[in-house]
């Protein structure tokens, strides 16, 4: 929880560092959040990997499980079995979606065009390495959570699609009517808005299951 709260605050304070003080405008800012979705992909690994024999992992309680063939894969196999599927259909995800960031970034679809001047692009990949870092060290040494298998795979996947949908829609609503003076700011409070509420619905979900194995159903 707690690395969660400093990874949310890393990447909406050091933005706002970068706009206030650095001249970053929206440009910067969308190019971070595709970059997180990187070190969000790389911290999934992780888990995947490090909840496969731990405790709870093979409870059947815990919802989603690892079948191939109909047969059910437990231990270090299904991390890794789970961990192989998972690099590759996220990483076709953020390999598509990062080429329509960068035409976003050069003006391509955006009625407004593109704000004047050069984008400070290794500023945003700095902040990226000190959130993405904190993300990825969450994973390695941090509490594991209680969903495993299949469930834990693809709760990845709702906070990133709903942050950087809106995020995107964002950028189009923000062109469309010329607010590029408050564009990147827009973007970080909605990026924080988005990543906050998530952060609150994964953490109750996660309460919830570790209820339900902690107190099984009677037989």
């Not at 605050?9 to 706002?16: F, R, S």
Request: charged residues 10%; hydrophobic residues 55%; proline residues 6%.
């Amino acid at each position: 929880m707690t690395t969660r709260l400093a990874s949310l605050a890393a990447y909406t304070v050091l933005p706002l560092v970068g706009v206030l003080l650095l001249g970053w405008d929206w440009r910067e800012i969308v190019l971070l959040y595709w970059l997180e979705n990187v070190s969000l992909g790389i911290a999934m690994l992780v888990k995947l990997i490090r909840s496969a024999d731990a405790p709870g992992g093979h409870d059947p309680e815990v919802v989603g499980t690892l079948t191939v063939n109909g047969n059910r894969v437990t231990g270090p196999v299904s991390g890794l079995i789970l961990a192989g599927f998972f690099a590759l259909h996220y990483g076709i995800f953020t390999l598509v979606h990062g080429v329509f960031v960068l035409l976003l970034i050069s003006g391509m679809f955006l009625p407004g065009g593109t704000p004047d001047g050069p984008m400070n692009g290794g500023g945003a990949l700095l902040v990226w390495v000190i959130a993405g870092a904190i993300q990825v060290m969450a994973a390695i040494i941090g509490p594991l959570p209680a969903r495993r298998g299949s469930a834990l795979m693809f709760s990845a996947y709702p906070r990133i699609i709903v942050l950087h949908v809106s995020v995107i829609l964002g950028i189009f609503a923000i062109s469309a009517l010329d607010w590029d003076a408050a564009a990147a700011l827009l973007l970080i409070a909605l990026h924080g808005l988005v990543d906050g509420a998530g952060w609150m619905l994964s953490a109750a979900r996660d309460r919830r299951a570790s209820s339900t194995v902690a107190s099984p159903p009677p037989a």
